[in-house]
């Protein structure tokens, strides 16, 4: 680990504090505890908590009800999943949930590697390789400005059909992430000029 460990955090499975660095914001770590991967977004500094900290700091995007973004790795996820699902998706129900990305840095086959995580149910896969590359420059300016996407998700197949659930993101294009996060920037810029009060 590198940096200052100056924040604590609470792994959202074990529930033991451990101290982090700075510069893990919006990353993934490992709790030296249980071993779990947990995204560093659930670690605040101050008073330790979980879920509505992740919340807070998503931005929020959305692709007009487009869905167009499928994520890979849904069948090593099962548990989570079915717990979104309940059964929906057998009545022919649309299941619709609140997802965010973070860049999975401990990832040690793919250092692009981008998972997502469904608010309150944990990790339910990745982008794939290929979209991970696409939005790497995304993802980064986004951490610059100490925020991370969100968008809604919806489950696909848990039908008689086809029974394996999947997951499709309602998440625009990198340049829309890019955009925003140059505007987020500036409004940061705009707040605290550079050299203000100085001398």
């Not at 955090?9 to 033991?16: F, Q, S, T, V």
């Not at 947990?38 to 995007?61: K, M, N, R, Y």
């Not at 590359?133 to 951490?143: D, G, H, Q, T």
């Amino acid at each position: 680990m590198t940096g200052d460990p100056s924040e604590t955090a609470r792994c959202e499975r074990c529930g033991k504090p451990f101290p982090v660095a700075k510069d893990h914001y919006g990353h993934l770590a490992r709790c030296p505890h249980c071993h779990k991967i947990v995204p560093a977004v659930h670690w605040v500094a101050g008073p330790l908590t979980t879920g509505p900290a992740v919340v807070a700091q998503c931005f929020e995007f959305s692709d007009g009800g487009e869905f167009n973004l499928p994520i890979v790795g849904e069948s090593h996820r099962l548990p989570a999943l079915e717990e979104l699902d309940s059964g929906r998706r057998r009545l022919g129900l649309n299941v619709e949930f609140d997802a965010y990305l973070i860049h999975d840095h401990e990832n040690a086959y793919d250092g692009n590697a981008t998972a997502v995580f469904a608010v309150d149910h944990g990790q339910i896969g990745y982008l794939s390789r290929e979209d991970a590359v696409r939005y790497r420059e995304a993802m980064n300016a986004l951490e610059k400005v100490r925020r991370f996407p969100g968008c809604k998700a919806k489950l696909i197949g848990g039908t008689p059909g086809k029974p394996n659930l999947g997951v499709l993101l309602d998440l625009p294009d990198p340049d829309v992430l890019v955009s925003t996060a140059q505007d987020l920037a500036s409004e940061t810029d705009a707040r605290h000029p550079r050299g203000e009060d100085q001398g």
